[in-house]
């Protein structure tokens, strides 16, 4: 036992960083969904977790609160292996979850008075005063938690992720399903906590623009890989080219395109195609001129972006702006058909 | 760390408590059913001779017999709650922001099946309240109402652990009522929870005397009817309590999870 736990922490170094992970694996029967990943998350900094559905975040982030066991490798929190010391991480880190998990059953000020119990404060009456009112729930704070809106369910959560004083936070996707409004108030309270209190931020997400605004450091993970790692600015600067999307009702000729001056690669996708190319001003009307325009459903642009850095790593969209607006023609649709 | 264990039951604890009794029908239910059970059952021999009463159930009043009989039955239906309030905060996440706490696993588990027991207790001051308006007179001696008191929260405690340890990995809405249905009659019914031994055949005979519902049962009538009280079968139910709590907790450490 003893000889075995000490080879674990000579593998990893607690110390380099609030989140230090070293071959982490995790696997649900025969499928893999996380594959040694190593992360080092810097103090006091906003790190971002990025992937589409499905690659691993949410995984990630249960086993580095140590809710579900690693199969292989290591993972430390705020200095304490995950593995040996789940409390004294548990006591450490707040959370915040994609789903709001408050109970409903419960005052805003109850949810806190539980909390507060669960991580055994004393002094915590004052602080959590403050935080309502930081929060703009002062006024509500003994209202049942089930009369609350969206928006204040989530910043209820990010109050109890912070009575305990934690030194690392972690957020899965902390913004879903709020309106841009509210969504961008969140970000200056998470800059602000984050500056403020000096607290440690993982989060994970799905919207570029968010990861770009907060985020010090990123990582990019699909299908359970870390597939880049950099500052946002680094892993735009790896990508130069544009990227052109084209939606057709039949079958390209791809080599057409793969040969086509400026072009720097080019892919089938589901419904059509994906090109880099180095300018799409200059390239896009030679494209254009080689398809059957008929048979053009749609034509995307992406000027070099993070969008355009993850579409190129992952093969696939991250925001779901393009869904949204589907929903709502299938809406209208509907909506016309009745009358 | 034992200070903050006991922070994290009592907030567990009094978590429980409070959602129970926000529930406006959960109260009205708790009130409601002791009197159906006690028109139910105490009008069904109620145009029996005297003479039969006496006969089999050593009393003249079947209420009186029945009313210990009856808290001792809905003692052991008491898990169920606490089984159901685990599946839905696995369910709706909750489970989930607990476990992110220095909280134990086995915390969890003391605090749900105190939490059910406690709101099976209920029952005793509206039952035995139900029971005094059917005419059943009670002895005066706090000792004796201490005594039953310990007695049925024991049978609670330990149903309760019961029910839950059997449920603990569970998160299938239905698996409570499965249990429950599996327990529940077989232990009723071979407790001399409604009908006296002397009318058992001997297989079952054997299976109530050490079913803890005949301990709680025998216990509480003896309170209730009078005659000279049986100290051991309160030190019996008290370790079956701790048997099943401690049996109870080893397994939740093992088997409960977020999911
Ligand atoms: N309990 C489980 N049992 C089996 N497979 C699981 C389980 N939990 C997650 N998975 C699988 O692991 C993969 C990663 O899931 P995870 O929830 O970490 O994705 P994610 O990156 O958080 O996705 P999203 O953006 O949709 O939240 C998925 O393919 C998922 O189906
Ligand atoms: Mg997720």
Known sequence: MKRSDTAHTDAIDCDAGAIVTKGITKRYGSFTALENVDMIVPRGTIFGLLGPNGAGKTTMIKVLTALIPADAGSACVSGHDVRREPKLVRADIGWVAAEVILDDDLSAMENLWLQAKLQNLSDWKNRALDLLRYFELYDRRNSRVSQFSTGMRKKLEIALALLHQPRVIFMDEPTIGLDPGTRRMLWQLITGINREYGVTILLTSHYIEEADALCSNLAIIDHGRIVATGTPSELKSRVKADIVEIALNYEPDMPTFAHMDGVQEAARTENGMRLKVASSESVLPRILSCLNIDGVLKINVDKPSLETVFIDLTGKRLSDDEGRMDMRKFYATLRMTRR | ?259
């Open chain 2, 1 to 259: 760390m034992r200070n903050a264990t006991l922070n994290q039951f009592y907030g567990l604890l009094a978590r429980e408590i409070k959602k129970t009794y926000r529930n406006p029908w959960i109260i009205a239910i708790t009130v409601v059913q002791p009197f159906m059970w006690l028109a139910f059952f105490g009008s069904s021999f109620s145009s029996a001779p005297k003479s039969f009463l006496e006969g089999f159930f050593h009393t003249y009043s079947y209420v009186a017999f029945l009313l210990p009989g009856v808290l001792s039955t809905s003692m052991l239906t008491v898990g169920m709650f606490g089984s159901m309030s685990t599946i839905q905060d696995k369910r709706f996440g909750y489970m989930k922001r607990i476990l992110l706490t220095p909280t134990d696993k086995a915390t969890i588990f003391v605090a749900k099946s105190m939490g059910s027991t406690t709101r099976g207790m209920v029952q005793l001051p509206v039952m035995a309240t139900a029971a005094a308006l059917f005419g059943v007179s009670f002895p005066l001696n706090p000792v004796l109402w201490l005594g039953w008191i310990a007695a049925l929260f024991f049978l609670g405690l330990g149903f309760s652990s019961l029910f839950m340890a059997l449920t603990v990995a569970s998160t299938d809405w239905q698996t409570p009522g499965v249990i429950s249905n599996f327990i529940t009659m077989p232990l009723m019914f071979s407790s001399t929870a409604l009908f006296p031994q002397a009318n058992f055949p001997a297989w079952m005979r054997a299976i109530s005397a050490v079913n803890p519902v005949t301990f709680s049962a025998t216990f509480g009538r003896t309170i209730v009817l009078g005659g000279s009280i049986d100290w051991t079968l309160l030190a019996y139910l008290a370790l079956f309590a701790a048997m099943m709590l401690f049996i109870g907790s080893v397994m939740a450490t093992k088997w409960l999870k977020v999911e």
